[in-house]
């Protein structure tokens, strides 16, 4: 069976071919066309197709994931969006939480709300919150707020009302009356099916932004899904979810906030892929493309999945600076460190990297498309790591004195050459990821020694030893064609669905069968997800887990129940959560009382896809010659170039050295060595490596 996995990323579009009997792929990579990225979709695919020398109707299923959605979100090109709220709740999405995410800024900036308060709209209706309906809506009351709404322009409306997560009757009716009133070209989110979950302010912003992009999701799957038609692919196209699962188009248009982590849920996906088929339990996914750089842990061979998460943060290091979303995804935090990533100086000479990025339009400086600016992409080449003549496999040529000029400004403001400018600019992207990367490690509480870096995306082995031994790290694998591993995660990710529902409720006063019958719920909304991608509940494994806290805290730890008779014993119950809270806070509160607040479900297909992959017929080797490359340690000096392509299990690398292949580039930096596994897989080591100063 032949499956396509296609990745859009902000600067590149990758696609991976996988043959799931012999195990072999084929890949191809082009420029991504923000203004119509569907037509990059179709020619890549027609371009890997006729490399392969096969048919679309060979192509049994397409996967496809994509940084659309929250990219529409961050530059704000949604559509005109409206807010229906019960009477005296249209300030929840500007109140939030009062909570300020750095308390010493007295100049602290929070997002905008996504809709202005002009456009949200109040109707008096309400219910308690036990889920009692207390006050129906009246039509003739929204039928006057209609009036406010302009007509003949697509629009998006997101109906959020008291204690939905409760009892949804009143959303489901206002819902009936829009479609009536409106018609179907108005886009209706409802926060009982975007999110039915207790906390006014999340559900407020996560249903704010599903509403927000549905049209400009909506309209761009349904061209790709008629233009792979017209094409000859047969089988449905699926897309990849935040948590890592695998969905129809349908659920993608439905609820477009669930793909908001859609292409960086590749890169945890094949790094946790790597991570079972190397039997390494503890992995850190990096994953570092033109855009952006994605780091996420990997335990037990699983990428971690939180309930919520955040987008469009103002501040890339500070949790609650982003307009938060509650949906399953993956634990990840990315940065504004890619390929493209902007090299600027400050009014006091102080050197940054990031965020703002060329893109692929006009692109790094040494593209020849026309950028200025000096970007990651240009001081690699510089720095002698990129091969002018053979990017992506000599298909693109990379212009070196087009690079060397865009650095020009900031020699000359700072006093250094080309050379020093260039390994400063690759230097603190390095560190701006380091930075990132003990954070995340700070707050979930892991020793980053214990674990194995596992690199994807076109710009990640070019930095991976830095960061590495920058973390501790003494160990770096790079998979075969790791420039375009977040697609072939697509294609190995176990297919899966997570779901949450809140249950509030004391352990004292203990309901089983409300437990029960929201956990019955979840299992036949997994069951029928999980039908709808032809996989039967027999196939699947379910995993039951508990949020809980003590009366009165606002944040609650998660239990997984491998028994789930645990979930009818309060006692059991009762002592798995003081044992997991001293394992994370140290002493418990001796009389408090302990409540639940949420009850999750995952449903997980065993053993989708197992064994190691290998590029396909067609590789060119080249023959490549030594090239002068600087590094820290040793300065310029000629360093060995090798082809990927013609290395075979057991050859050893010595560092310094360069491996190419057509997807990247692989930077074994001084005192470091590497060894291509039996999987083709390189491993490099570490222990010998020095920190840099």
């Known amino acids: 069976m032949m499956i396509l996995g296609?990745?859009?990323?902000?600067?590149?579009?990758?696609?991976?071919?996988?043959?799931?009997a012999t195990r072999r792929i084929w890949t191809e990579k082009l420029l991504t066309d923000s203004t119509r990225p569907d037509s990059v979709v179709l020619q890549g695919t027609s371009r890997l197709l006729e490399k392969c020398r096969l048919g679309a109707r060979d192509v049994s299923y397409v996967v496809h994931g994509t940084t659309l959605v929250t990219n529409a979100v961050i530059e704000r090109r949604g559509s005109p969006t409206w807010l229906i709220t019960t009477k005296g709740f249209r300030d929840v999405i500007e109140i939030g939480r009062e909570k300020r995410y750095d308390i010493y800024d007295l100049h602290i900036v929070n997002p905008c709300p996504l809709v202005e308060r002009s456009r949200r709209l109040e109707i008096d209706e309400r219910t308690a919150a036990g889920g009692e309906v207390v006050r129906e809506p009246s039509r003739e009351e929204l039928r006057a707020l209609l009036r406010e709404l302009p007509r003949g322009q697509a629009q998006a409306i997101a109906v959020v009302l008291l204690h939905s997560w409760r009892n949804p009757a009143n959303e489901r009716t206002l819902a009936a009356w829009l479609r009536e009133e409106l018609g179907p070209e108005t886009s209706i989110s409802l926060s009982c099916d975007v999110s039915p979950e207790m906390g006014e302010f999340e559900r407020t912003s996560t249903t704010l932004i599903n509403a927000y992009v549905q049209p400009l999701v909506s309209a761009y799957l349904d061209r790709l899904d008629a233009a792979l038609t017209r094409m000859g692919i047969q089988g449905p196209p699926l897309v990849m979810l935040s948590h890592g699962g695998l969905a129809r188009f349908r659920l993608g248009k439905e609820l477009p906030v669930r793909m908001l982590e859609s292409g960086p849920a590749g890169g945890a996906a094949v790094a946790a892929f790597i991570a079972q088929s190397l039997e390494l339990k503890r992995a850190l996914a990096f994953d570092m493309g033109g855009t952006t750089a994605k780091i996420c842990f990997?335990?037990?061979?699983?990428?971690?999945?939180?309930?919520?998460?955040?987008?469009?943060?103002?501040?890339?290091?500070?949790?609650?600076?982003?307009?938060?979303?509650?949906?399953?995804?993956?634990?990840?935090?990315?940065?504004?460190?890619?390929?493209?990533?902007?090299?600027?100086c400050n009014a006091l000479g102080i050197l940054a990297v990031g965020p703002q990025s060329a893109g692929s339009a006009p692109g790094p400086a040494c593209y020849g498309n026309g950028g200025a600016s000096p970007t990651v992409s240009d001081a690699n080449l510089l720095l002698g790591y990129l091969d002018p003549d053979d990017f992506l496999g000599g298909e693109m040529t990379l212009d070196v004195a087009a690079a060397r000029a865009s650095f020009a400004p900031l020699c000359d403001r700072l006093g250094k050459s080309s050379t020093e400018i260039a390994w400063a600019v690759q230097d603190t992207v390095n560190q701006n990821m380091v930075r990132a990367a003990l954070l995340h490690a700070f707050d979930t509480a892991r020793d980053l020694s214990d674990y194995t870096l596992i690199c994807s995306g076109g710009a990640a082995p070019a930095h991976a030893c830095r960061v590495a031994r920058e973390l501790g790290i003494s160990k770096v694998v790079v998979p075969t064609a790791a420039g375009v591993a977040s697609s072939l995660g697509f294609l190995v990710a176990p297919i899966s669905i997570d779901l949450r529902r809140t249950v509030l409720m004391p352990l004292s006063r203990m309901d089983g069968a409300l437990i029960a019958a929201a956990c019955d719920a979840m299992r036949q909304e997994a069951r029928s997800a999980l039908a709808d991608v032809c996989v039967s509940e027999a196939k699947a494994e379910v995993t039951l887990a508990i949020e809980a806290r003590f009366v009165g805290q606002a944040h609650s730890l998660v239990l997984d129940l491998a028994d789930v008779t645990a979930l009818a014993d309060a006692q059991r119950l009762r002592a798995a959560f003081m044992d997991k809270y001293r394992q994370s806070y140290g002493d418990c509160p001796s009389r408090a009382d302990v409540e639940i607040t949420a009850v999750r479900l995952s449903m997980l297909e065993r053993a989708h896809f197992a064994g190691a992959v290998s590029r396909g017929a067609g590789a060119t080797r080249?023959?490549?010659?030594?090239?002068?490359?600087?590094?820290?340690?040793?300065?310029?000096?000629?360093?060995?170039v090798h082809d990927r392509d013609a290395l075979v299990a057991g050859d050893?690398?010595?560092?310094?050295?360069?491996?190419?292949?057509?997807?990247?580039?692989?930077?074994i930096a001084p005192g470091a060595w590497a060894q291509v596994d039996p999987s083709g897989n390189i491993i490099i080591d570490l222990a010998g490596m020095e920190l840099t100063a």
């Open 622 to 640: 080249r023959n490549l010659q030594a090239r002068m490359a600087y590094f820290p340690e040793t300065g310029e000096q000629l360093t060995q």
């Open 298 to 344: 990997v335990d037990d061979f699983k990428p971690q999945v939180v309930a919520d998460g955040e987008v469009a943060r103002m501040d890339r290091f500070k949790k609650g600076s982003g307009m938060p979303v509650r949906v399953p995804m993956v634990d990840l935090i990315e940065i504004g460190a890619g390929g493209g990533s902007i090299a600027s």
């Open 652 to 667: 050893r690398i010595d560092g310094p050295a360069i491996v190419q292949e057509r997807d990247t580039t692989i930077v």
């Open 6 to 20: 296609v990745d859009i990323g902000g600067t590149f579009t990758d696609f991976v071919l996988l043959d799931t």
